[in-house]
């Protein structure tokens, strides 16, 4: 098989969810994508690496499953800004061992994730690699002015977590809050996905925001995870988010924003480290399966 005869698979595949995204109106097989957002809308974009030995291993994940998690993985940035899906570019290095029958299964997988959530596949780049190498742009829509940032969590504000965690050893398939996060949109007053830990993005969060968090409970916690885990594991891809007191958010109640130490985020009165999973301090570290 070819890059010709792929292109052609991968184009015939997308489409069930190319139909659906109204606004794409130039797809697959040109040279680049055309998408018409509503009137009165922001875009978003982002994009997310998925590399073979860094967030996988190729005996740890079927084909689908990888493509999964390669798309989740950008769906759960777009939910942390409370933005609706539009479409995606993937852009796939592929080794020698990733056979045709490898390459069909992750395809399925990627688009099986992104169709469920209205998320056209519009185009992308193929190449050779020395190990699989997944790149995913995605593109999503929100009100004007009305996007989830990480910067405007407030003293007083209620922080809560989508969902239990524990970490990449503990977490299966990656579930995208898509819907959650449109929920939040002028509700929430900061808001980001848990990628890398909760103790760290919650610091991060915090020190965007010039605000100090006090967590006065433990997380939920996904079956057999330790509190540990939870706070520094990473891949959980839940949201982390703030809401002033007074507002009905979904959601698990876990603290408060204070005045304080901007960054700073203690544990029932203990001061958490501020690490999770960081790339370049974790070298050695072979990531999630």
Known sequence: MNELE???????????????????IEGIGDDAAVWRPRAGEDLVFTTDLFVEGVHFRRRGLTAEEAG?????????????????????LVSLGLARWADQEWVGGFFRGLIGMADRFGCALAGGDLSEARVVVCDVMACGAVKKGMALRRDGARVG???????????????GEIE???ALGRKLVGKATAAMDLSDGLALDLYRL??????????DRAPPLLEGATIEEALHAGEDYELVYTAPAGVRVPGHRVGEIVKGKAGRVTLMGRPLERHGYEHFESRGDSGSD
Request: a positive charge.
């Open 6 to 24: 792929l292109v052609k698979r991968i184009g015939r595949w997308a489409r069930p969810g190319a139909k659906r995204a109204r606004e794409l």
């Open 68 to 88: 999964r998690r390669a798309m989740g993985r950008s769906l759960s940035d777009l939910a942390a800004m409370g933005a609706r899906p539009g479409f995606c």
């Open 206 to 215: 915090c020190a965007a925001s010039g605000v100090e968090a006090r967590l």
């Open 157 to 171: 504000d209620v922080i809560y977590v989508s969902g239990a965690l524990g970490g990449w050893r503990r977490r």
């Open 176 to 178: 995208p809050r898509i």
